[in-house]
């Protein structure tokens, strides 16, 4: 097969100016907080009677919620009624195209398909360290369904065109409250980044598809995502609620650079970073690391850009209890946990809460009064979980929330996050751990390290378990 690569300009055509609007997003409850819930089935918490429902300010699920039924899931119009204070986010991706599923009509994940109308976006790569699919397209390294575009003018109008009927379509009325058909808010881009693709920067194979580097892809990104932006906003009508998942490399100050022109757009409504303190598997990020990542959200909240910090959620897998001490990475090939083995699930979750302590921690940390735009994702895990309507005795169901979020060190680290607090002083060490007075005449304690530490304030003896954190005073 033969595929048509679009050579593309490094500017986007002249636009009509937006017209005027009103921001039409809800207004969340106190003490809610984000949720990444694009997994399959995963926004079945937020039904009526889920375990997440009334705690999430803004929910990124799966456009499919607004079709789905047939197995005996409820709809998006159930989800808004139950969450009447929740923006709805519907995930597409905009890095990448896939292949359409007709039977879910104008809510598709995808901008184009590359094996039709999309074809003309794909890339050939020309260069033999970048992976392909069996159309030769250019594809992430083990996402062989996921064919990169090639950023074009005419790709972002593709972009514009399949968001704005996504979101003008209306969802199946509400299986479980009879709700009248609902509408999505807004919609959240997947892989927005500042560099051409996971692992295959130009930086590090060399050149390949229409770019002239890493930058020249940056600045095409940039370029889709505001004209996307512009495009809604005239279509609907409205102040159309944008949001992308934004890949950077902190330590690379050219991707920095590229992401600042990003947030100076004001296109994006938030960007989440994924990864903000430990890797996939659990794996601790480096102090370096964390240290370089909070100067790039500090710039990037002052730039107009708020941030949110995702970690995702260790899987429940049979590694033994020991297994999920704070700071191991969890092995990915081993079974997932089957029903009964509470020891280690319990041991799980004690992991899962302290993990989502030292992300709120590591937050209030490193955010000072012009960066309390940086707010915290409430962790989801992966995978490892029973879907509904079929029960293969896992320890977990598709249905569970991951953390508890009104957990023991967790909900007070959480409100202030959510309430703006931020740091005022300077920041020290005491015994290994990281500490800060806060605006709200409160210290946060963060414990980089995998044991328990204590902490002298005030003449008081403070507990930090490791990798956590804790507010005291």
Known sequence: MTALLTLVATTM????????????????????????????????????????????????????????????????ADMKAANPGTTFYAYMNLGAMSERSPENGAFQRTCADPSSDGRKFGVIPRNSRVATNSMGMATYPGW?????????????DACATAAAKLLQAPSLPGRVTKARPAKFDGVFFDDVAMTAGHGQDMDYVGKWGPWADDNAYARRATAVVDSVNRQLDNRLKRDVPLAVNLGIYPEKPSNVARANELARTGAVDFAMREFSTQDRNGSPLSTAYLRKSADVNRQLTAAGMPILNHDYAVSKRAVGAAGYGQGKAINGSA????????????????????????????????????????KAVIPQVENCQDQIARNTGLAERVTDRSVNPNAAGVRELRDAVNNGVYGTGARSTSNQVLVRKLSNNRYVLVNPTNTHRSVSLNGKSWSVPGRSAALAG
Do not use: W
């Open 335 to 374: 079974q997932c946990l089957k029903a009964g083995n509470t020891a280690v699930a319990r041991a799980a979750d004690t992991r899962r809460e302290r993990d989502y302590r030292m992300l709120l921690g590591q937050t209030l940390l490193t955010r000072d009064s012009g960066a309390r735009g940086v």
């Open 13 to 76: 055509p002249a636009q009509a100016a937006p017209v005027p609007t009103t921001p039409t997003a809800p207004t969340p409850p106190s003490g809610t907080a984000p949720a990444y819930l694009h997994g399959f089935q995963q926004p079945q918490q937020l039904c009526p009677g889920g375990q997440l429902v009334g705690k999430v300010s803004d929910a990124i699920v799966d456009p499919t919620v607004a079709v789905a039924g047939g197995r005996g899931e409820c709809t998006l």
């Open 144 to 156: 062989n369904y996921s064919t990169i575009s090639n950023l074009s003018n005419g790709y972002a």
